[in-house]
C-alpha cells in the first residue's frame, strides 16, 4: 500500500476526494497565495465521501481530529458548508471537531454539533488546557459520538473518521506514556540500512538535497534515536483509541462494521542523511501501513496489488453501495478485501451488509461474472506524484531557537527529544 503523494494536504485531499494531486492542485497565485501546499481546497471540501455517504448513502459523518492543514472557510467550504461562529463546516459532516493538527498539549478544535455524552462544547473554536492531550480527546469525543448515534438510531449507518496529529512532529506522547518502552522493543531505528548516514559518494546521483546533506552527526544521531522513541510512545495513545473505539461498537451491538487503520505517509529518520522528514519520492515516505477488519476480510490475509490512498474514497462508498463518480481516479478495494464474497463462495456473504454485497455484485457483473478479470484489470504499478512545497531544514546542535520555540513540555509541547519535565534537552529548531 502506498501513498500518492507523501505530505499532510495533499494526502488527506486525495484520501477524501478520491482524486489524484494533479486533478486538484493549483499553482500559486502569489505570495502566500499556495492553497493547501498546492492543493486546491475548494474541489476538495464540496467533493467528499463524507458527502456521498450522507446525502447518498443516509449515513450520518462525524470528524474527529487533523481534516486538513487549512480549515475550510466560507470562499472554499463549497456548495452546502454550513458556517457557524466563524467556524466553516463541509456538506457531509454531521459533528466537526477538527483542526489542521495543532498542538499536543492544549490543542484547540474548530467545533459544530458537539453536544453529547456529557460534552457541550460551543460551536465554532474549543480551547484546550495543558491537561488535555490531543489523541485523548480526538478519541473519547469520537466514542461519545458513536454511541450517541447509535442511541439516537441504531439503524443509520455511521461513519466516524478518527484522525489523531500522532505522530506528526514534535512527537510529544502523552504524559502518561512520557517514558515507555517495552524491552522486546528496538532501541534504536533501522541505522543497518545502507541508505542510513550514508556517504557523499553514494548519493552523488539523487537529486539536489539528497546529495548535498551532511553526515548525521553524533548529536543529530542523538536526535533521531529520540525521536523514534518518542513517535512509538506517541502511537501509545492512537492504540487506546483503536482499541477503545472497536470495544464500544462491539459493546453496543452494531451491524456489519469495517474499520480502517492508516496513515497520509511514510516517514524517515536519518534516510540519505535526513534527520526527520516526509515528503521525498522513496520507499520510507511512500509505502505505508493499511489494515483492515469487518464482515468478509479473513484474518492475516494480504493482496500483492499496488493500491494507494485515493482508492479510500471509492471503498468507503462501495461497502455501503454507492458507485464511485466519474471523477474519481480511485478503485474499489473491496474485492481486493474480501475475494471469497467477490467470488460469492458458499457462506462468504452471509454477514455482509446488502448494501456491499450489492457493490460486490455490480463490480462482477462488470467483470463479465469472472472475478479473476477485476484483479487482472488492476493496476501493475503505483503512481506517486511529487511536487515541490517547502523547505525543511532542521538544526539539532547549536542553534538559536526562533521565536515562539517551546522546550516546555509536558505544559506545552516541545521541540525536543529528552523530555524530561522542565529539563528538556536534545532540542531541534
Not at 553526515?215 to 536526535?223: C, D, F, G, L, W
Request: glycine share 10%.
Amino acid at each position: 500500500f502506498f501513498i500518492h503523494t507523501p505530505i499532510c494536504c495533499p494526502s488527506r485531499s486525495e484520501l477524501l476526494s478520491g482524486r489524484y494531486y494533479h486533478n486538484i492542485k493549483q499553482s500559486c497565485g502569489g505570495p502566500g497565495d499556495c492553497g493547501c501546499m498546492h492543493v486546491n481546497e475548494s474541489k476538495v471540501n464540496g467533493f467528499t465521501f463524507a458527502r456521498r455517504l450522507k446525502e447518498e448513502g443516509g449515513y450520518t459523518v462525524g470528524m474527529f481530529g487533523k481534516y486538513l492543514n487549512n480549515m475550510p472557510t466560507v470562499k472554499n467550504g463549497g456548495t452546502g458548508s454550513m458556517t457557524v461562529a466563524g467556524t466553516t463546516v463541509p456538506a457531509g459532516f454531521d459533528a466537526w471537531l477538527a483542526n489542521g493538527g495543532g498542538d499536543y498539549i492544549s490543542p484547540a478544535f474548530n467545533t459544530q454539533n458537539i453536544s453529547f455524552g456529557g460534552y457541550d462544547l460551543p460551536d465554532g473554536m474549543w480551547h484546550g488546557s495543558n491537561e488535555n492531550y490531543t489523541t485523548a480527546v480526538v478519541g473519547n469525543v469520537s466514542i461519545a459520538w458513536i454511541r450517541h448515534v447509535v442511541a439516537q438510531d441504531p439503524t443509520r449507518p455511521f461513519f466516524a473518521y478518527v484522525a489523531p496529529k500522532a505522530a506528526h512532529e514534535p512527537f510529544n506522547p502523552a504524559p502518561w506514556y512520557r517514558t515507555a518502552w517495552n524491552p522486546d522493543w528496538p532501541t534504536s531505528e533501522p541505522t543497518m540500512n545502507p541508505a542510513w548516514n550514508s556517504s557523499f559518494l553514494s548519493r552523488s546521483d539523487h537529486h539536489g538535497n539528497i546529495a548535498t546533506e551532511n553526515m548525521i552527526s553524533q548529536q543529530a544521531a542523538t536526535v533521531i534515536n529520540d525521536i523514534f522513541k518518542n513517535r512509538w510512545r506517541c502511537l501509545l495513545s492512537v492504540d487506546d483509541v483503536i482499541g477503545s473505539v472497536i470495544a464500544a461498537v462491539k459493546e453496543l451491538n452494531v451491524g456489519p462494521t469495517y474499520y480502517f487503520y492508516s496513515s497520509d505517509h511514510g516517514f524517515q529518520l536519518g534516510e540519505f542523511n535526513i534527520p526527520m522528514d516526509k515528503r521525498q519520492p522513496y520507499d520510507w515516505d511512500n509505502r505505508i501501513h493499511l489494515l483492515a477488519l469487518g464482515p468478509g476480510i479473513t484474518a492475516g490475509s494480504t493482496w500483492s496489488k499496488p493500491a494507494t490512498q485515493v482508492d479510500m474514497a471509492p471503498t468507503f462508498l462501495g461497502l455501503a453501495g454507492l458507485d464511485k463518480t466519474d471523477a474519481m481516479d480511485g478503485k474499489s478495494l473491496v474485492p481486493l478485501l474480501m475475494p471469497n464474497a467477490f467470488a460469492n463462495t458458499r457462506g462468504s456473504r452471509d454477514e455482509l451488509a446488502q448494501s456491499t454485497v450489492q457493490h460486490l455484485d455490480a463490480l462482477l457483473q462488470a467483470s463479465g461474472d469472472d472475478p479473476r478479470v477485476y484483479s487482472t484489470n488492476w493496476r501493475s504499478s503505483a503512481f506517486i506524484e511529487y511536487y515541490y512545497n517547502a523547505d525543511n531544514t532542521k538544526c539539532v546542535g547549536n542553534c538559536t531557537p526562533p521565536r515562539g520555540s517551546s522546550s516546555g513540555y509536558p505544559y506545552q509541547d516541545s521541540s525536543c527529544g529528552d523530555l524530561t519535565p522542565e529539563q528538556n534537552d536534545n532540542c531541534w529548531w
